[in-house]
């Protein structure tokens, strides 16, 4: 393909995507393919010979599409949403067109400075106090990772960096059961080791127990380990856990720990002023991790990470070698020295477009809807004689079972995938199996509420 074919390939490839989202509704949510199904119609090697864009395009058309697990299904219900909402996608073809590498301001002036705005539009629309900086990672993994490599380095006196962790005390970091896995990784990688994660246990409302915090924190001093900081959740993964903040941040000031929220989900929820009371407090926490690309609509991959003190991150996953020190102008923002990767995406173009498109109102508008029939989805399943709710929705997340049991349950789910109307996974809470029904869909409409509720009981009746 020539350079100047761009142009048509580039208005082709627009319009197939128009035409992608305008059926979507129409197809089922999960394909009905089998592993190695899309291996298999690939060829084996390279071609030597350049070939035809036509036959490559139409060789896509044939091969992907249908082998697509569609996130912006209108009834995708799985997971946790991953919104591209139109604006977002557009400012996505915009900067894949501009290509540009954003690891310095010299290499992306305009990305580097929108990215530090941007930041502070969605501080402000979270409702974070003013005084957190912050950047757009690829992902809360990411983010977490960082974060936990701040605790490391700050707990070590930044020894860690030079030395490795040989020799060094024990250290400890606290979380419950209900944060991601993400955080299980990040302390694996960062050398702290996974039996050092003392997973904290939880109350009735599954949010993080204080006490039993400071007990354990308590005991790791008195057998000589070192705390080095707390990981805590707004909107856990598996149901939607939500942490008291402000009760733990007591007990992390009074020890002096650095503190992290996971709220890459429900963060997005935050703009949203009568929601805000899940994560009363989040204004003291040293760094806090949020997905724009999850429920709040733009393009993946965009994560959002605030912090109270960015010189500590520089410090930690920042280095300047001498190619990359941009004459004159050390003092100025190089986003490559927040981050793990050095190369970093045009992030803050697409939100700059999400904000500007929407603006908060609709943004809000949208989780608002989604929340409301999260509930008139639970208590459809709820008067369901052979269904019963196992945890209560927590924003736009409920889970429930089958009452034959964990075989019933996931029989019934996979029932359901197949048949494609709508798409549902699975979680184990207190040991049993429980659906999970995300709903946060940027096109869902209360239609495919009320269907989805159908189909639900549909297959629970024929178990
Ligand atoms: N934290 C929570 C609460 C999540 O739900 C997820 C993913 O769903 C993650 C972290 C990981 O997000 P990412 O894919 O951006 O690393």
Redesign the pocket.
Known sequence: MEKSDYRKWAARAADWGADYLDGLADQPVRPAIAPGDVAAMLPESPPEAPEEMEAIFADFERIVPGAMTHWQHPRFFA??PANASPASMVAEHLATSMAAQCMLWETSPAATEMEQVMIDWLRQAVGLPEGYRGTLQD????A?LCAVLVMRERALDWAGLQDGMSGAPRLRIYASAQ??S?VDKAIRLSGIGQNNLVKVPIRKDYGMDPAALKDLIDADRAAGHLPAGIVM?T???SIGAMDPIAEVMDVAEAEGLYTHI????AGAAMICPEYRHYWDGAGRADSIVF?P??WLGAQF?C?AHFLKDPASLIRTVGLRPEYLRTLGEDEIVNFNEWSVSLGRRFRALKVWFLMRAYGLEGLRARIRDHVAWTHMAADAVAEDPVLEIVTPPMLGLFSFAHTGGDHATLGMLEAINRDGRIYLTQTLHQGRSAIRMSVGQFDTTEEDISLAIAVIREFASKI
């Open positions: 997971y946790f992902s809360a993994t990411t977490t944060t991601h993400s959740c909107g856990g993964t996971d709220a890459a989900w997905n690309h999850k991959e994560t």
